[in-house]
Nanobody
């Protein structure tokens, strides 16, 4: 069993930055950790993931070069540094854990989810 708690959301102007954190309780080091987001009226969208086996990051094309996912296994925490934020990225951001260490873009592959943290980007 893994429990995930996100923090770091808030309101920022377009072009600004936020750093999200996700603290995990339970097994962590071997899990792939992912970030997804869900805007009002839309489905949950993959944003980034980092594998448990090699710490390899993956990103959706729209955030490449602006977002950075990282993990600190000693602290059981995964981070999402978001720079140059855009108003259309306003959403609830969710942290998720996949028991496979090899990484996935698929919502259905993730076994555990946090409650989400709101990110609002004003224009």
């Amino acid at each position: 069993q893994v429990q995930l708690v996100e923090s770091g959301g808030g309101m920022v102007q377009a072009g600004g930055s936020l750093r999200l954190s996700c603290a995990a309780r339970g097994t962590f080091a071997t899990y792939t950790m992912g970030w997804f987001r869900q805007a009002p009226g839309k489905g949950r969208e993959f944003v980034a993931a980092i594998t448990g086996s090699e710490g390899r990051p993956y990103y959706v094309d729209s955030v490449k070069g602006r977002f950075t996912i990282s993990r600190d296994n000693a602290k059981n925490t995964v981070y999402l540094q978001m720079n140059s934020l855009k108003p259309e990225e306003t959403a609830v951001y969710y942290c998720a854990a996949d028991s496979s260490p090899y990484g996935s873009f698929l919502y259905s592959d993730y076994d555990y989810w946090g409650q989400g943290t709101q990110v609002t980007v004003s224009s």
